[in-house]
C-alpha cells in the first residue's frame, strides 16, 4: 500500500509560479507511475499530469503544456509538479496519485490518492 501527501499549495497572482510535492511512503514508490490530477469546484476531477516508473516518459494535458512539469525523484520517494505561468483558471485542489498501470490519464487507472492541497491563483 501507498501512503500519499501534498504540499506545496497556496495563494498566488496570475503568473507566478509554485512547486507542488507529493511524499510518499513505502518500498515500492518506484514501481507506481505516478500523476497529478485536481478539482475544481462544481467540476470533476481532471489530469494535469503523469509521469513512468522511471521519469523516463511524461505525459501532460493540453492546458498546461508548456508551463506545467512533473518530475519524480525515486531516491527521496516524492513526485514533484513544477507549475509556471498560473492562470486563474488553474485554481483548484491538486491530488498526487499511484498507479501500477502504468502513467494514465484517466482518474479510475489510479489506486492510491494524496488527500489534495489547494492552489489558489487570483486575477
Known amino acids: 500500500q501507498v501512503q500519499l501527501v501534498e504540499s506545496g499549495g497556496g495563494l498566488v497572482q496570475a503568473g507566478g509560479s509554485l512547486r507542488l510535492s507529493c511524499a510518499a511512503s513505502?518500498?515500492?514508490?518506484?514501481?507506481?507511475?505516478m500523476g497529478w490530477f485536481r478539482q475544481a469546484p462544481g467540476k470533476e476531477r481532471e489530469f494535469v499530469a503523469s509521469i513512468s516508473w522511471s521519469g523516463g516518459s511524461t505525459s501532460y494535458a493540453d492546458s498546461v503544456k508548456g508551463r506545467f512539469t512533473i518530475t519524480r525523484d525515486n531516491a527521496k520517494n516524492r513526485v514533484y509538479l513544477q507549475m509556471n505561468g498560473l492562470e486563474p483558471e488553474d485554481t483548484a485542489v491538486y491530488y498526487c496519485a499511484a498507479s501500477r498501470k502504468g502513467y494514465r490519464s484517466s482518474v479510475r487507472e489510479y489506486e492510491y490518492w494524496g488527500q489534495g492541497t489547494q492552489v489558489t491563483v487570483s486575477s
Open positions: 513505502g518500498r515500492t514508490f518506484s514501481s507506481y507511475a
